[in-house]
């Protein structure tokens, strides 16, 4: 995240929580049932040490392969005079330079109203299939923001394979064959809107292929996601960064069409490693029932 200066009429400063100002948050601001087990409290005082605003997490264990810990945000909260003075930004950098520090993977979290969902769009936080109604009729809001993220590395080039469009046909075909049978109904509910590319051999064999998906993000964001169905390389050309290549053109295409994020939410260990390979965030699932697995993977565009 790029630090930036604001100008504001408050002169305060962003702090870990000292025990007597954890208590007070927890008992007169933010009063959650659970609030007791959240260890991670930052505050911004002002020059008398009175709270103006704090941010309150709890810390998570990421599930293998990836391993290691997030923390989960579950508020950010400023006082009402205080707000829009660059406050809250000056919090969230605090926050991320200290997860840094403790190699934190990832910072997770939940918002539900339209001034947090610019917030931590504009902080470069990625949303989990946001504008997508689930299966229970919610639409969900969870964001997630990548803390250790490498620097890219080279995209492979080769003279013995090409990237081009997928023809309809044979992406038909490869729809057909290839996406497992749980995602069918999605499938078949998008295929008109689905495109993708494939890796070809020298002698015009389909040696990879890579789908999307776009759909539209409605208000506040206002904007297009796209989603990644399904990666695929033939089991014999993997491992030589096919994959890499495929998923680089289509993130290309991504930018210059002005997308949000591509996003993907098919994860199995071998997608998982993938992904968070090639500098995707990954977004757990101990917020549903206890389940820790990884459950969707995004990248800002």
Not at 215 to 239: A, K, M, S
Request: include cysteine.
């Amino acid at each position: 995240m790029e630090n930036k200066v604001y100008t504001t009429n408050a002169t305060y400063k962003v702090k870990k929580a000292n025990q007597e100002q954890v208590d007070f948050i927890i008992e007169n601001l933010y009063k959650h049932p659970n609030a007791k087990n959240y260890s991670i409290v930052f505050a911004a005082v002002d020059d008398d040490e009175n709270i103006i605003g704090y941010l309150i997490a709890e810390e998570k264990t990421v599930p293998p392969p990836i391993n290691g810990t997030d923390w989960f945000i579950w508020n950010i909260f400023l006082r009402p005079e205080y707000r829009r003075q660059g406050i809250g930004t000056a919090i969230l950098n605090e926050v991320i330079k200290q997860a840094r520090q403790k190699n934190i993977k990832h910072l997770i979290g939940s918002c539900t109203n339209t001034p947090a969902h610019l917030f931590w769009l504009k902080h470069g936080f990625c949303f989990r299939r946001y504008g997508q109604i689930m299966e229970n009729g919610n639409v969900p809001h969870l964001i997630f923001y990548r803390l250790d993220k490498p620097k890219n590395a080279p995209v492979k080039t080769a003279d013995n394979f090409c990237i081009v469009k997928a023809e309809q046909s044979r992406l038909d075909k490869f729809l057909n064959e290839r996406i497992p049978e749980k995602y069918r109904l999605f499938v078949n509910e998008n295929r008109d809107r689905i495109f993708g590319f494939t890796a070809v051999d020298n002698d015009k064999n389909i040696i990879g292929f890579i789908t999307v998906c776009p759909y539209e993000i409605g208000e506040p964001i206002d904007g297009t996601q796209w989603l990644t169905p399904y990666i695929f390389v033939n089991e014999e050309h993997r491992r030589n960064g096919i994959g890499s290549v495929l998923l680089n053109e289509i993130l290309v295409k991504a930018k210059e069409e002005n997308i949000i994020q591509l996003g993907s939410f098919w994860l199995d260990e071998n997608a998982i490693n993938f992904v968070y390979r090639n500098n995707f965030s990954l977004c757990t699932g101990y917020i549903f029932s206890g389940d820790v697995k990884p459950i969707s993977a995004a990248i800002r565009i």
